[in-house]
């Protein structure tokens, strides 16, 4: 089983900057793909970025490519969320998921293809 906590949300101004953490527990960290969803009020789950077990390859969607940094540090089980020049539809509920592997540069987007998920962290962009 794997265990994860984000943290890091809360209320930030459009254009700023927050950066959010999830810590993992209970499976060796190097053997766990990561990424990381966010659900907006009336929208279902979508892609935000994902991360290799290394963390030498990393991806994004869409709306957030250019603006959001993932990247994680394997001696803390930590995978972090930096995110830049914050919009208002930024704002929704922010989880982090896992899944175990044994390759290394998969590109996965379908959140079906988590296995373990946190309880999220609410990011709200407003002025």
């Known amino acids: 089983q794997v265990q994860l906590v984000e943290s890091g949300g809360g209320l930030v101004q459009p254009g700023g900057s927050l950066r959010l953490s999830c810590v993992a527990s209970?499976?060796?960290?190097?053997?766990?793909?990561m990424a990381w969803f966010r659900r907006a009020p009336g929208k279902e789950r979508e892609f935000v970025a994902g991360?290799?077990?290394?963390?030498?390859?990393?991806y994004y969607g869409d709306a957030v490519e250019d603006r959001f940094t993932i990247s994680r540090d394997n001696a803390k089980s930590t995978v972090y969320l930096q995110m830049a020049s914050l919009k208002p539809e930024d704002t929704a509920v922010y989880f982090c998921?896992?899944?175990?592997?044994?390759?290394?540069?998969?590109?996965?987007?379908?959140?079906?293809?988590?296995?373990?998920w946190g309880q999220g962290t609410q990011v709200t962009v407003s002025s």
């Open positions: 998921g896992a899944k175990p592997v044994i390759d290394g540069i998969t590109i996965r987007k379908d959140e079906h293809d988590y296995d373990y």
């Open positions: 991360i290799s077990r290394s963390g030498g390859f990393t």
């Open positions: 209970g499976r060796t960290f190097t053997t766990i793909h």
